[in-house]
């Protein structure tokens, strides 16, 4: 049905009408790009005797039912990680591997406040560096689950990392000078 004259009533105020409704249809339907990346290691070959689109595969020539609703790229993805003659590794499911494993990365927050602290006495930075908005968004964007500690936080942690500097100097002297 390509441009057909569709009769339909249209209602013009309170009076109806018989009026003939032009309806154009697209003479060939609109195919959608392939955007799957499976098509980079299949070519298309068209429908088959029964309608049925086809595809094969690059590596081993080995031919496949692909196309429309019925026959998506599930079972293309599944023949690239068997197939033998093509080297394939899935990107997305690569990166998904990567923030699990990220995901999984815990940071000690003891470790890393005292890690801050010795930064900040050895690079005489201000404590209330943590209060700038850059700097909390830098370092979110390193680690999300990283909670910063407030100006305070630092300062406490600095006076504790100072206390057990010391008292290991001054447990090191007392042990060289005996």
Known sequence: MNSKTVSNLVTAGASSEAAPVEVDEPSSKRLRPATSDVWNFFKKLGPDKNGVERSECKGCKKVFKAGGKRYGTSTLKRHLDSCTQIKHEDIGQTIAELQLKMGALKID????????????????????MVDDRRFRNWVKYISPTLKLPSKNTVKADIVKVHKREAAKLKKNVSFHSK
């Open 109 to 128: 927050s003891g470790v890393a406040r005292d890690m801050f602290a010795f930064y900040v006495v050895a690079g005489n930075k201000p404590f209330n």
